[in-house]
């Protein structure tokens, strides 16, 4: 059920933001280990310089597929930086579902094309004022969608805006391999390395660090985010790389790591795959073949797949246990200390199983045709408040710096339905103040909870270990009252809770 649950939640292709001007100035010519990029100024944020589609990586192909990606070479000529680069192939569905039908800035834009060379980041930062001007924290950005779907160019992730209401501040947004090409858990590889699109993300990461400081970014500030998958991948990449962490500050939204469990039969579905295209059922001949098929051809397997074929088993490309980039022994290896030491701020909505749960009822999801509050509370508690909470609580038994929110905010234009209330991933179209992209304008107290939820965000990335007490967080603690409550009765509320009690509130539920 998690697998469906979190791939359906990016859905179908729509419409664009209208194109930048091009401007000459010196500023957005950066140097770059990559080569010189020229990026572009949005009409809409005049004073934000816009880069686009940077690679990071040589693109995964041939012999690379299925493999850690490669740092990319430094190219003779300049890098265009106008255009988004490609998403990479992903999951898409037939049938319209909530997310298709009301909340559409989750989907690839019309003019984004799909391509295997896709391992790029976009980084949005203000207009250059100087060769003394001080540098700046930066909020890197790791898209969610199941493991299987998303990417860094969907409108409601666009970090203009939180770049021009701040100016203080560089945004970045990454892609990485998403389902089989990210996750293949091939038997080929022999039970090593089978999440590249974990080693995506690192590379990224490593990426941003040699470079941000010709932007105006500070690589000793740097403030990994991300939601849902992306969530989980900031809380695996924690453990993974506990000794060289490169950021200095992590923020899970609404997905740690245990959100997500193992999947089943990876191997198989991988060779599934491998037999629908005509490979041999030899591993390494299996892996060779897959890695020759054009890119097209599989993703179609994948997304033709019926779940009656292959044995009833889910078709599922999630991260799978390595022991490099994904453990088995979380509680353990935290104990231990092998976990990176730097803050956190973990956090999920109030009601994420709202809209999970009504993916299940497709187009037909209206006011009265709506899922049970007994459905919509077991994917709240059981993939987010739970795993949330115990996220959070071994931390801060283990001694570090963490703190824990839940988010409240219900606005006009993010609710068709007065049921769904906060659902997964409401916040992010709120804290990057993009949710009226599509004709509903925002409310002012949506206003003033966008440059609220920004405020919080700029502030951990700018001082990890005073800005949110600065705000008012008090660190966590399971005895205590202070899980923090989100635009909670105004649009800027904070106010505490006992974790304690919520979580039996919450399970009283089920």
Known sequence: MRLSIFVAAVVIAVGVIASPRRYNNSDLLVETTVGTVKGVVSEETDNVRIFRGIPYAEPPTGELRFRPPLKKARATKTIDAAEWGPACPQITYKEDNIYSLYFKGFAKPDDVPTAEDCLHVNIWAPRSKGRNEELKPVLIFIH??????????????????????????????????????????????????????????????????????????????????????????????????AEDP??????????????????????????????????????????????????????????????????????????????????????????????????????????????????DLGPAVSETNKPSEQAISAVTNGVFNCPAANATAVRAQAGLPVWRYRYFGVFPNLNPFTWLGTWHSAILPTLFNTADR????????????????????????????????????????????????LVKGCSWCRSMRAPAMMERVDKSLI
Not at 307 to 325: C, H, I, R, Y
Not at 349 to 358: K, M, T, V
């Open 246 to 359: 490169i950021v200095s500050a992590v923020m899970p939204i609404s997905g740690v790591t245990q959100s997500f469990g193992a999947p089943e039969m990876a191997p198989s579905n991988f060779t599934f795959v491998a037999q629908k295209l005509g490979c041999p059922l030899s591993k390494d001949e299996e892996l060779a073949c897959m890695q020759s098929k054009p890119w097209e051809d599989i993703e179609d397997v994948v997304n033709q797949y019926n779940e009656t074929q292959n044995g009833g088993k889910a078709l599922s490309f999630q991260p799978t246990v390595d022991d490099q980039n994904l453990f088995s022994d979380f509680a353990a290896r935290l104990a231990a200390g092998r976990v990176a030491k730097v803050p956190v701020l973990i956090g999920n909505s109030d009601r994420e199983g709202a809209s999970l749960a009504a993916n």
């Open 438 to 485: 599509y004709g509903i304008e925002n409310t002012p107290a949506q206003d003033e909870a966008a440059a609220y939820l920004q405020s919080i965000l700029v502030s951990f990335a700018r001082d990890p270990v005073h800005g949110l007490a600065e705000m008012g967080f008090p660190e966590y603690d399971p005895a205590g009252n202070n899980l923090v409550q």
């Open 144 to 241: 969610g969608g199941g493991y299987n779907a998303g990417g860094n160019s969907f409108p409601y992730y666009d970090g203009g805006r939180l770049v021009q209401d701040n100016q203080d501040v560089i945004s970045v947004s990454l892609n990485y391999r998403l389902n089989v090409f990210g996750f293949p858990s091939a038997a080929g590889l022999n039970g090593r390395q089978l999440n590249p699109g974990f080693m995506d993300q690192r590379l990224a990461i490593e990426w941003t660090r040699d470079n941000i400081q010709a932007f105006g970014g500070d690589p000793k500030r740097m403030l990994l985010f991300g939601e849902s998958a992306g969530g989980g991948s900031v809380d695996s990449y924690t453990y993974a790389y």
